[in-house]
């Protein structure tokens, strides 16, 4: 259960990560608060996970969801590249969460 709040924490990261862009320097109303608002479900929901789990791994994990995600939304909807160096280093990180969580 607690690795599901750790997920759901890191898909918030992407949300908010990506909401920054629509931000404008935090001049847009609504894209601010949706991103703060995802900024604050993500900590919050980060905080529960590290009253269990070990706070090296839990972060590890969540960062590593939110620039996967963030990357791969990139490369999806926004244009950015998706060159080889790019997709390796993803699947770098990828490995790493999945160690990270074998290991804990």
Known sequence: MV?????????????????????????????SVGTLLAMGVSFFLLSLAMRTLPTGTVYAVWVGIGAVGTVVFGVLFLGEPASLPR??????????????????
């Open 3 to 31: 690795w599901l709040i750790v997920i759901f924490a890191g898909l918030l990261e992407i949300v908010w990560a990506v909401g920054l862009r629509y931000t404008d320097g935090f001049t847009r109303l609504w894209p």
């Open 87 to 104: 997709i390796i280093s993803i699947l770098l990180i990828i490995f790493g969460i999945i160690g990270l969580k074998l290991s804990s």
